[in-house]
């Protein structure tokens, strides 16, 4: 890999345990640097074949509802300083949009998402790795907002495929993942001290680029 490569930080964590809010808060710090926001769930699989009710059965917290290889590919052209087309996913039609968004190769690229430390080629290329650790019933409770706020679901619905699917894969999938971090954070976007740390790294490897170029 050449020397000046872009830094890769993975952060993940259960669903609604605070990764996303943790990953913005790093990349709005450094809004007008060059830091990419990589996002896992915009690489679920493309469904364009399968009616409505199929969607509804996919079990999206399984790694295998993800298009790894894909995402795999993109984030190597990232690292070869090559622009890539993320694709956009859908949630109110369960399946991929057909626009895409351009983007950029980085310095700092943040991939955040719940199995982002499940597939050992996916960490590979990862320099510094954070799970974000939240009580499962502060998650539930969290989940059950979001989805109702911006997804268009009902309470039945949430709590039905958060016990079936959600619940079982986090422990079967993402916690066991947890041994592969570099830090933890518990609290997830409220932990400011965990924030603080990681936004004063990234300033660092940016002037160390600075330095570089």
């Not at 950029?104 to 080629?121: C, H, K, Q, T």
């Not at 989805?147 to 066991?176: A, C």
């Amino acid at each position: 890999m050449m020397k000046n490569k872009p830094v890769v930080i993975g952060v993940t964590g259960g669903t609604a345990s605070g990764k996303t809010t943790v990953s913005h808060a790093i990349f709005d710090h450094f809004s007008k640097n060059s830091v990419l926001l990589l996002e896992q769930d915009s690489y679920y699989k493309d469904q364009s074949k399968m009616t409505m009710a199929q969607r509804r059965a996919v079990n999206y917290d399984h790694p295998l509802a993800f298009d790894t290889d894909r995402l795999i590919q993109d984030l190597k052209k990232l690292l070869k300083r090559q622009a890539i087309d993320k694709p956009i996913y859908d949630y109110k039609v369960l399946n991929r949009s057909a626009e895409v968004i351009h983007e950029e190769p980085r310095d700092v690229i943040i991939l955040e998402g719940i199995l982002i430390l499940d597939d050992p080629r996916l960490r590979d290329l990862m320099d510094i790795k954070v799970f974000v650790d939240t009580d499962d019933d502060v998650r539930i409770i969290r989940r059950i907002q979001r989805d109702m706020r911006e997804r268009d679901r009902t309470l039945t619905n949430i709590i039905d495929q958060y016990l079936t699917t959600v619940k079982p894969m986090y422990h079967q999938f993402v916690e066991p993942t947890k041994r592969y971090a570099d830090l933890i954070v518990p609290d997830g976007g409220k932990n400011q001290v965990a924030i603080d740390l990681l936004v004063t790294k990234v300033r660092d490897i940016l002037q160390k680029k600075q330095t570089i170029n």
